[in-house]
């Protein structure tokens, strides 16, 4: 099952610098590329837990969460990072935070049963309300995302053999199972990866998808009315035990990514990169990373005169240009998660608390 999948790196001392991308350095940053220049700085994050995900607010308020119950928030583009413990959940993975401002956040813990849980602070992480506990012994959330503060939905691997998503329309008061009417038959085994909070995604009117794994087919669920009803359709990566998708990008005009690959097996080049112009209904193959193994998180970078996304994984960080179709790489230190408000503010994370911060200028 997707949730006995656990994923442990290996730690790398974070250096404080900034880095344009000359020769590679013990960093792992990568050359200059004649289309695109990047500059990064690493940031003192104040913890050394694994971080799984990031939810970019704008330039200037970004959060951040991860392992032992770590969560954290900068207001000033990352200068300063302030590094909290959730009392009482020291033992808890948060593998998805989703943030409206400085105030107002939701924490998804991933973990069987009853460590799977979702929070909402609204005074900046001074208190959290808990507002759902995975009731079914087996049960495993994997990531969520929201049209809006009040609408979201929140997925996890299938339960009694029906597939497993939650959904709220009061701002997480209250988070009801949809109904399996409403959604497609699941796969043996299918489920999702807890891998950066990014499996989920949700676009500015009332479209969602969800990315699945571990099943036979590696598949893309999809809503056209804020979750109220869903259909399924079949992408050309690999699917099968610890394989499938683990993030989407929502480019626009119809166009998405799906991307994933076969977890664990970090040295391999595949084709894990589909591409849909037409919501996620249809996907064809996009072009392979540069990077090896599996993606474990993506983001869109708005504001670059083409479509362009980051990508992250054990292996480093790749960005394309053209939407999906081609990539370059832009660092070799691995990264779970990666979210951009511009292309002069983006944020990657990852172990021993690694945070660093990106810009990306268009060369052409």
């Excluded at 994997?142 to 009061?170: H, K, N, P, S």
């Amino acid at each position: 099952m997707t949730h006995n999948i656990i994923f442990w790196l290996a730690s790398v001392t974070l250096l404080v610098s900034t880095q344009s991308c000359g020769e590679q350095d013990s960093r792992g940053f990568m050359p200059d590329h004649p289309r695109v220049r990047v500059t990064s700085l690493a940031q003192q994050s104040q913890t050394t837990a694994l971080l799984q995900a990031v939810s970019v607010v704008n330039q200037d308020t970004v959060w951040a969460s991860g392992h032992e119950g770590t969560y954290m928030l900068t207001v000033d583009g990352g200068l300063n990072w302030t590094a909290r413990i959730l009392p009482g959940a020291e033992m808890l993975e948060f593998r998805d935070v989703e943030a409206f401002s400085g105030s107002t956040a939701y924490l998804l813990s991933a973990g069987t049963g009853d460590l799977s849980r979702i929070y909402r602070t609204v005074d900046s992480g001074d208190s959290w309300s808990l507002q759902f506990v995975m009731d079914h012994p087996e049960g495993f959330l994997d990531c969520m995302a929201f049209w809006d503060e009040q609408v979201g939905i929140a997925y996890g691997d299938a339960v009694d053999e029906e597939l497993f998503l939650l959904r709220t329309i009061d701002g997480g008061d209250s988070w009801d199972r949809i109904e399996k009417s409403a959604l497609p038959d699941a796969q043996v085994g299918e489920g999702g990866f807890a891998a950066s909070g990014t499996c989920v995604a949700t676009d500015n009117h009332s479209r969602g998808w969800v990315a699945t794994g571990n099943g036979e087919n590696a598949r893309v669920l999809y809503t056209k009315d804020r979750g109220e009803t869903w259909n399924s359709s079949v992408t050309p990566v690999v699917g099968g035990s610890s394989a499938g998708l683990t993030s989407l990008a929502i480019m626009g005009g119809g166009d998405v990514l799906a991307m994933g690959g076969v977890i664990g097996n970090d040295t391999v080049l595949t084709d894990n990169v589909a591409l849909s112009e037409d919501h996620g209904e249809t996907w064809t193959i996009a072009g392979a990373p540069e990077i090896l193994g599996p993606i474990y998180g993506s983001s869109i970078v708005p504001g670059m005169p083409t479509a362009t996304v980051v990508i992250v994984g054990p292996d480093g960080g790749d960005v394309s240009l053209d939407g999906g179709m081609s990539w370059i790489p832009i660092t070799r230190e691995t990264y779970w998660a990666v979210g951009f408000a511009s292309p002069e503010a983006g944020w990657l994370v990852g172990p021993q608390g690694r945070i660093t911060r990106f810009s990306l200028t268009d060369n052409r």
